[in-house]
């Protein structure tokens, strides 16, 4: 029906509903009434126009009403009571006496007509959308929550002819609401029934509708539900609840992030908004998996310019696109360049003049960098020399260098290398005006070299899952926690600092395989897994500081602070002078030896 035609139909049904109310009003308190006064006659007129205009005024006809609730109900009574007060205003003026018992009879009587007209017809849309859905039955859904966002998603599923998933039942641990009934679905246990209910109720498919749900507690009811439901969905956010936003399409399904078993970081908005509001930023590997999202995040905070450096075109380009799409009132120059290129860094430093600057470029591959120790001395040694000393020249606020739980205790060129960098940020900032600080983290989840994107493309393969040991043990975060973590640092920082996340319990990558299998729709036994032995620097474990770097206070919820250890400053500029002389196996050696406080300042005696 065209909104003409809808809007003629709602105005004619409305007029009767209120003649229909005043005259029925009249008629209770003088059933034998044989002629029409004035008073009668003008009321109903005011009560009429009135009753349009406070519709209009309010938008009443617009609403649709297939999807009515009580904020309608409380709109009819505020039209409602609106036109009887107007009624009476005009009664007093005109006649100088009210009809109050008729007029409250007609509002009884114009409220329960307008509302039983607009929800009956939402009752029988329902009902008939309800047959036309249950005709064509789709996949069995048994929601686990029955509060507030469990219950928009089953009436939205039981609406929506977007899905083909038909809600059959909820589970709620709430003693509350045990054996209720709502939206029509009964709740028919607690979450400790998944497996009876599954079996009893057919399901097919599972959502878990606790978007306030604590990180273990989910883990623990998705590892649940995998066992008895090869579908099994979330809804993402708690924001989405308190924005009104749960509906099938933030469905989603459930991410390897959903199992880390751990709190996300939560960063001190007003903080970092009144650090870095209108400032200049400066972030090195901007196309990469942690420079991009330290720039989606930064972006939140509304500096007036993120400046995009890096050495790939097309990363940057990509970056640079979505971050103008969405932030149009920031600037984003984009500059492509090496970090080894030290008179450039200067350039650029000079140009720009950041207030911050995020060092998140790097070379980060354990046995590429073992096969290729000069590369990983040449990028991440000398690279970051040359962008921190490039920033202490430009007078830069605070520098932020990315670094790595492989560089405590490294056993890897890799982790030497970055822990080399940490020392030489740590001695520029006893001499320099720039807080230099440094950030460590472990390993990130859906970042370029990490195992989760090699294990879905094993598993795409057909398998087997490849694994180096299976006690191997690993601590894991996302990518948004990290950068969260460095954008917090920077906030933070005094000088000097070696910034450590609380992560949690390390994770068994064996353990972080099957998950996956799991989560892909497949059983160990199809895909498989098979250890390949450790590769070249490996460690069995990852430790985040080193006994000579623990302190224990936190200086935020979840951030640890390290102790600055000894700076062997002399030997890595030694290093630096003469690494392009040593064979790939003594550069090994003397990296590693360095970054675990054996320090011999004669290097090259060592060849």
């Not at 008073?39 to 009135?50: D, F, G, K, R």
Request: charged content about 20%.
């Amino acid at each position: 029906m065209s909104y003409g035609k809808r809007l003629t139909s709602l105005i004619l049904i409305d007029s009767i509903i209120v003649l229909v109310s005043i005259y029925m009003s009249h008629f209770f308190l003088n059933p034998y009434m044989t002629k029409v006064d004035g008073i009668l006659i003008t009321s109903s007129l005011v009560l009429l126009l009135s009753h349009h205009l406070f519709s209009h005024l309010l938008k009443f006809y617009r609403r649709a009403w297939r999807y009515a609730s009580l904020e309608e109900l409380a709109g009819i009574i505020t039209i409602v009571t609106s036109s009887v007060m107007l009624t009476v205003i005009t009664q007093l003026t005109f006649y100088t006496n009210v009809y109050e018992r008729a007029l409250i009879i007609t509002w009884m009587i114009h409220v329960m007509f307008m509302g039983g007209v607009r929800f009956a017809w939402r009752y029988y849309v329902g009902a008939k959308h309800y047959q036309m859905r249950k005709a064509t039955p789709g996949k069995r859904t048994l929601i686990i929550g029955a509060g507030a966002a469990g219950r928009m998603l089953a009436r939205q599923l039981k609406s929506s002819e977007q899905t083909e998933l038909q809600p059959v039942a909820f589970i709620d641990d709430n003693p509350v609401l045990s054996q209720l009934t709502i939206s029509g679905i009964d709740v028919v246990g607690t979450i400790n029934d998944i497996e009876r209910i599954v079996e009893t109720k057919q399901v097919q498919h599972i959502i878990i509708a606790i978007p306030s749900l604590g990180q273990k507690r989910l883990n623990e009811i998705i590892t649940d539900a995998k066992k008895h439901c090869e579908h099994v969905q979330i809804l993402p956010k708690i924001e989405d609840l308190v924005l009104g936003n749960v509906s099938i399409n933030s469905i989603r399904d459930v991410s390897i992030e959903d199992l880390l078993g751990r709190e996300p970081v939560q960063l001190d908005v007003d903080g970092i908004s009144e650090k870095i509001e209108g400032h200049t930023v400066l972030v090195t590997g901007a196309g990469g998996s942690i420079g991009s999202e330290i720039c989606r995040q930064v972006s939140k905070f509304n500096p007036s310019i993120i400046v995009l450096l890096g050495h790939g075109e097309y990363s940057i380009y990509n970056i640079e696109k979505e971050l103008i799409a969405t932030y149009t009132h920031i600037q984003f120059p984009t500059e492509i360049a090496d970090i080894q290129d030290r008179e450039k860094m200067f350039e650029i430093m000079q140009k720009y003049k950041p207030a911050f600057v995020y060092h998140a470029a790097a070379h980060k591959h354990v046995p590429l960098m073992e096969r290729n120790p000069e590369a990983a001395i040449k990028n991440n040694i000398i690279g970051t020399k040359n962008v921190a000393e490039a920033a202490d020249a430009a007078g830069v606020d605070t520098f932020v260098m990315i670094s790595t739980d492989k560089a405590v205790n490294p056993t890897n060129v890799m982790g030497a290398t970055k822990r080399l960098a940490e020392m030489i940020v740590q001695d520029l900032d006893q001499r320099s005006n720039t807080k230099f600080v440094a950030v460590r983290f472990g390993n990130v989840l859906g970042s370029r070299g990490s195992v989760i994107p090699l294990f879905k493309e094993q598993i795409k393969k057909g398998g087997p899952v490849t694994i180096t040991h299976p006690d191997m043990v690993r601590y894991f975060m996302t990518i948004p926690e990290a950068s969260r973590l460095v954008i917090q640092a920077s906030s933070l920082a005094w000088g000097g600092e070696i910034f450590v996340l609380d992560m949690g319990e390390s994770v068994k990558i064996i353990n972080l395989a099957r998950n996956l299998i799991k989560l892909s729709g497949f059983t160990e036994e199809e895909i498989g897994i098979s250890f390949s032995g450790i590769r070249p620097g490996e460690k069995m474990y990852e430790e985040l500081l080193g006994e000579d770097e623990i302190h224990s206070k936190q200086v935020f919820p979840k951030i640890y602070i390290g102790k600055t250890a000894h700076l062997y400053i002399e030997e890595i500029k030694d290093l630096i002078k003469d690494f392009s002389n040593l064979n790939n196996e003594v550069l090994r050696r003397i990296l590693i030896d360095l970054a675990n406080n054996k320090a011999n300042s004669r290097i090259v005696e060592v060849v």
